[in-house]
């Protein structure tokens, strides 16, 4: 049996809280049913009328909503970690225009639909650069996508052996914001080159794109091998573009410079010290004695 709106007929002559329980869930309000009795009690004790109540409310699953949904597209992203700009060490690469990626960070050009290429040596932050303007970019609504080149060029040969290489060029033109990683570290096949030229070339004043790579674009050629599709490519890429050069140390190799020496201090210690301190720590024969007592 169910009541003329459709509700069980238990339900229905329950209390009115089963009710409200009910409507919230068929409406997928469920902050509204988490929160709309604390919040009550508050505006009540706060002496808030009925219209500021129910904008509290709506605020709050508006909120939670949004959270959702940013969380996501964050996941939709497929980032390999998730970092933003307050973990990266700007004074460790004085080559970097900080400024400009703080601008950048407000995804500006991804509304413009510009480029981002990041050049520099292996190890001076691009990746982590890229990372936090893509999560930058999903944090204000833009869908956003992130492969390696190498991963990239394989899942575009993988589709087109497959026959379904116009829906995956489809997915990768939608996108707001495509993060290209590590081009140059591998070469590419003559076919995966023009594969992932067409990439961009879809993408052009379409949406926006992330480039890093290790090598200056004097040496692209060498990665797509020929000149004239470097050339086409390099056209499309650097038409809207903001260039961040990251040039510098590594900082992998930075920290493992930094370990080197406390690990060769250690390896200077004298065995005999390190034996005296640890029998120096154990408990003499004297020690043992006194720990043993007689009862009678």
């Known amino acids: 049996m169910r009541g003329k709106d459709g509700t069980p007929a238990e339900t229905a002559a329950g209390a009115p809280e089963v009710l409200l329980a009910h409507h919230l869930k068929q409406l997928k309000l469920p ?9 009550a009690r508050e505006c009540a004790r706060d002496r808030v009328d009925h ?3 129910l904008l509290r409310l709506a605020e ?13 597209r964050i996941r939709d ?3 390999p970690a998730v970092k933003g700009l307050e973990s990266f060490d700007f004074a460790a ?9 703080l601008e950048l960070a407000r995804c500006q050009y991804v509304a413009e639909r510009d480029n981002v290429i990041a050049v520099g040596n292996s190890g001076t932050g691009k ?25 990239l060029v394989h899942q575009l040969m993988e589709a087109r052996d497959e026959k379904r290489l116009l829906r995956l060029q489809a ?19 003559q076919i995966g080159a023009e594969l992932l030229f067409e990439v961009f070339s879809q993408r052009y004043e379409r949406g926006s794109t992330i480039v890093t790579s290790n090598l200056p674009f004097e040496e692209w050629p060498s990665v797509f091998r020929s000149e004239r599709l470097t050339g086409a490519l390099l056209d499309r890429l650097t038409h809207h573009v903001h260039i961040l050069e990251l040039n510098g140390e590594s900082y992998r190799l930075r920290q493992s410079k930094g370990r080197r020496p406390a690990a060769e201090a250690a ?22 004695a006194g720990c043993h007592t007689t009862t009678s």
Do not use: M, W
């Open 171 to 189: 997915q990768l033109q939608s996108v707001r914001l495509l993060i290209v990683d590590e081009l140059g570290y591998v070469p590419l096949s």
């Open 93 to 101: 690469v004085p080559s970097l225009n900080k400024l400009l990626v």
């Open 60 to 72: 709050l699953e508006l909120l939670e909503r949004e959270r959702r949904v940013t969380e996501r």
């Open 31 to 39: 902050t509204f049913l988490r929160e709309y009795d604390k919040v």
């Open 127 to 151: 990746t982590h650069v890229a990372l936090a303007l893509g999560l930058a970019a999903c944090q204000r609504g833009h869908s956003t996508l992130f492969a390696t080149a190498h991963a």
């Open 267 to 288: 390896a200077r210690i004298p065995a005999t010290t390190v034996l005296a301190e640890g029998l120096a720590a154990s408990p003499g024969p004297e020690a043992d």
């Open 51 to 53: 219209p500021r109540y």
């Open 77 to 79: 992203a497929r980032f």
